[in-house]
Every structure is written in C-alpha cells, then in structure tokens.
C-alpha cells in the first residue's frame, strides 16, 4: 500500500510541474505580443506623419510633370516676414529662415466640343517645394542645396504640378516609392497590431481560465490523495493508540483490583486484631475479680 501512495504522489506532483511549464509559456507569450501589440501601436503613429499622410497626400494631389522656369528666389529671415517657405529642414519646427521660391510653368487645358477635344497650352504661377510638404530632414532634403539649384531666377528644370492645386509645384516624384512607403507603413504594423490583440483576447478569455481550473482540479486530486495517505496513516496510529490505551486500562484496572483486595485483606487483619485483643482484655480482667 505505501509504494503505491508514493506512486500517486510522485504522479500528482509530476503533472503540477508539467502546468506550472505550460504557465511560464503562456505568461511570457502573452508578455511578447502585449509588448509587440504596444510597438506596434507607436510605430503606426509615429507613420502617420511622417509617411501615411506625405504618401496618401502625394497621390490625391495627382501631379503632373512638366517644365518649369523659376521667376523669383528669396531668402527671407524672421517669423514675420517668413508666412511660407520652399523648404524646411523639419517638419516640426518653427520656421524663422526661410527661402521663397516661385515658378512658371505651362499645362495643358482640356476643351471638349461634340465629336472632338482640344488641348490649350496655358502658363501658370505657383511655389516651388521639394514634395508635397515642403519639409524634410538631411541629407534627403538640404535646403541650401534645394535653394542653389532652383532658386536662381531664370534656369529651366523639369517639376511637378498638381491638378487640385495649381500653385503647388514639387521638384521630385516617384510613384513607385510612395506606394511602397505607403504600403509597408500600413501592412506591417496593422497586422501584427490586429493579430497581437487576438491572441490577447483569446489567452485572456480561454488561456487564463483553462490553467486555473485545471491547477484546482490538480491540486483537489492532489490534496485527495495526501488526505488518504494521512487518513491511512492516522487510522493505524489510532489502532496502535486504542491497544495501547487498552492495555494500559487493563493494566491499571489489574492494578486496582489488587490495591483494592490489599487494602479489604488489611482490614480483616486489624479486624481480628481488634477482636483478639478484646477477649485478652476480659480474660485478664475476670482473672484479677
């Protein structure tokens, strides 16, 4: 019986190991993606700025390329005299320095008549910028560079303008990079932001709940077979106690008993004694009269 008491023992503390494992993976899995779910968060709104609205805002301006001629270039100094810039070297700090550049340039206007279209050149005004937002950081955008090559008056270069709004003119356009900025931006960090918040969910509402009834059903088998050694245990340390209070009841009732018999054994004794004494007596009083 004790080898097998052992035996369930040994079982039962094997499997609360086996769960205490599966606890630490599921606590320091749930760490990762709770952790992965925050970085993700945080990347995707420091993108927003940065990339996503550059991006989007480059693709509803709808560009077109053309040629144009550079009609003024100024360096300005002073908040006040500074309301725009062609460049600024941050896109979040406030502008004090700045350099105004403007440009011509000629697009083509589309007339449609029934049964045929027509296309006028026409000439426009507008500001120059490095991209849509006029801003950026070294080495990418470099203002100074920026101003020295398009802000002297009178050289031709290729630009960029927008259909939406004809004064807004970029020097640089790539298509190909915009949709890849704009598409790793969004497809990396929506998705692990979307699959770290499901598998939070799911470890909250099925994992932690799962470990916990189980670990009670453990621990009851556990304190079940504990009981029923100690039961086991308890109920041969009662027999051998119950023997030995019996024996010492017999032992002490055996010795009351004769204690008892010692004690009526005496009393006879001195009763007889008594008697012998009291015919003495008389006999020696009746001798003298």
């Not at 989007?56 to 360096?75: A, D, P």
């Not at 998705?191 to 009834?213: C, E, G, N, R, W």
């Not at 006879?268 to 003495?280: A, G, H, M």
Request: proline content about 4%; glycine content about 4%.
């Amino acid at each position: 019986m004790v080898p097998r008491i052992g035996g369930e023992a040994r079982i039962d503390e094997k499997t609360m190991f086996i769960q205490k494992v599966k606890e630490l993976v599921i606590f320091y899995s749930t760490a990762f993606f709770v952790l992965l779910a925050i970085f993700s968060a945080l990347s995707f709104c420091f993108l927003i700025p940065f990339v996503i609205d550059p991006a989007w805002s480059t693709l509803l301006q709808k560009f077109v390329e053309t040629n144009c001629t550079t009609t003024s270039g100024k360096y300005l100094e002073g908040k006040h005299n500074c309301s725009w810039t062609s460049c600024s070297e941050g896109c979040t700090k406030e502008i004090f320095n700045c350099w105004q550049i403007e440009v011509e340039y000629i697009y083509g206007s589309v007339s449609r008549s029934p049964g045929e279209s027509h296309t006028t050149l026409e000439q426009s005004r507008g500001r120059l910028f490095p991209n849509v937002k006029g801003c950026g950081y070294p080495p990418r955008v470099n203002c100074k560079e920026f101003s020295t090559r398009f802000g002297e008056k009178g050289i031709v270069f290729p630009c960029f303008y927008s259909q939406l709004q004809p004064n807004l003119v970029i020097t640089h356009l790539d298509l190909d990079e915009v949709y890849r900025h704009l598409l790793y931006s969004t497809a990396i960090p929506i998705p692990v932001f979307i699959v770290s918040l499901a598998y939070i969910s799911f470890s909250y509402f099925y994992l932690y709940s799962k470990p916990t009834k189980m670990k009670i059903q453990i621990s009851t088998s556990f304190a079940s077979s504990r009981l029923n050694t100690l039961s086991r245990s308890d109920s041969g340390r009662a027999d051998r106690s119950v023997n030995q209070q019996i024996k010492s009841m017999s032992v002490s009732t055996l010795c009351t008993d004769a204690k008892r018999n010692a004690l009526l054994r005496q009393e006879e004794d001195r009763k007889i004694y008594r008697k012998q004494n009291f015919i003495l007596l008389d006999e020696f009083i009746d001798f003298y009269e």
